[in-house]
């Protein structure tokens, strides 16, 4: 079982829609996590991070977090092609300080 | 203000040849970290440092991968020898690490190992 674990997709959503990026991960002592977004050929992007079970919005991305369910996932509302790209999903390790990343989503927004 | 840097942004070596890879991270961050990202994967971690101590390598593949930080700023990563599965995209991120360890990345090193 990998540690985080990612639909690879490719997730097609049209625009205006409701994209649904989720997360499982393995290692119980994580206690933050984060999605970053990496367009293709450039560096990861951090969106947002979150702490604490529920949810945390931020503008049209909001993260979900379930520690007993050892999930994350993260909703993008009013979809943009902008927003087409790989999400990758990382908790921080517990104990440590190093991220531990799925192999991420690829999601493509359709005009 | 300015983001991490990193160069060379490509490195084209042949077999057996050492590189140096460059970080700078973003002024203030006390912690530094090194990724490695292949093709279609996410990044793994290789080591972190916090100021100018190396707190985390085990993420290194071999011993043939070295880092420092001899100033808790500017960081190298070292690799000797170089052989062909050690093609990939190396990241550097760093973090002000006040509660929950941002980390911010570097457009990345693109290495390719003929």
């Known amino acids: 079982q990998k540690e985080v674990e990612q639909n690879s997709g490719p997730l097609s959503v049209p625009e205006g829609a409701i994209a649904s990026l989720n997360c499982t991960y393995s290692d119980r002592g994580s206690q933050s996590f984060f999605w970053y977004r990496q367009y293709s050929g450039k560096s990861p992007e951090l969106i947002m991070f979150?702490?604490?079970?529920g949810d945390k919005e931020d503008g049209r991305f909001t993260a979900q977090l379930n520690k007993a369910s050892q999930y994350v996932s993260l909703l993008i509302r009013d979809s943009q092609p902008s927003d087409s790209a790989t999400y990758l999903c990382?908790?921080?390790?517990?104990?440590?300080?190093?991220?531990?990343f799925g192999q991420g989503t690829r999601l493509t927004i359709n005009p | 203000g300015a983001g991490v840097s990193q160069s060379p942004r490509y490195k084209v070596a042949k077999r057996g040849q050492d590189v140096a890879l460059r970080c700078d991270p973003i002024s203030g961050h006390v912690s530094l970290f090194w990724y490695q990202q292949a093709l279609g994967q996410g990044p793994e971690f290789l080591t972190y440092f916090q100021n100018e101590a190396q707190l985390d390598k085990s993420g290194l593949p071999s011993d043939r991968f070295f880092a420092e930080r001899p100033e808790g700023s500017v960081s190298t990563l070292k690799i000797q020898r170089t052989q062909q599965e050690d093609s990939a995209v190396y990241l550097c991120a760093s973090s002000l690490q006040v509660i929950y360890n941002e980390q911010f990345f570097g457009p990345g090193t693109r290495l390719t190992v003929l």
């Open positions: 990382a908790p921080l390790a517990g104990g440590a300080q190093k991220l531990v």
């Open positions: 979150i702490y604490s079970n």
